[in-house]
């Protein structure tokens, strides 16, 4: 079973309005990041298909595309793939937000 992570800035203050990260925020950092493109729909292709309208930022790992799913203030990650873990460190620290598991 694969680890979700979370990265919030909710864990910094009483007031979690004023520090959601936006998702204009989100579009201004990733589109500053090459291996990053925008989605509003994220398939999932397997024996079925299931499409997900979302806002997606889609990181490019060689041939996988691993989401990075902006919802309600924070962004949401699968570590399934060992490789998210460093990433989603950076992204973290870059948009001065923490990390949760969970």
């Not at 292709?45 to 806002?55: A, F, L, V």
């Given at each position: 079973m694969s680890q979700r992570y979370r990265i919030t800035r909710t864990m910094q203050g009483d007031d979690a309005a004023l520090l959601a990260i936006t998702l204009e925020?989100?579009?201004?950092?990733?589109?500053?990041?090459?291996?990053?493109?925008?989605?509003?729909?994220?398939?999932?292709?397997?024996?079925?298909?299931?499409?997900?309208?979302?806002?997606?930022?889609?990181?490019?790992?060689?041939?996988?595309?691993i989401p990075f799913r902006h919802y309600q203030g924070d962004i949401y990650v699968s570590g399934t793939n060992e490789a998210v873990i460093p990433k989603l460190m950076e992204v973290a620290s870059e948009l001065r937000a923490d990390i949760v598991e969970g």
């Open positions: 925020e989100c579009k201004q950092y990733f589109a500053e990041k090459p291996d990053f493109t925008y989605t509003s729909v994220f398939t999932v292709k397997g024996t079925t298909s299931m499409s997900i309208d979302g806002d997606f930022f889609m990181w490019s790992l060689g041939d996988v595309q």
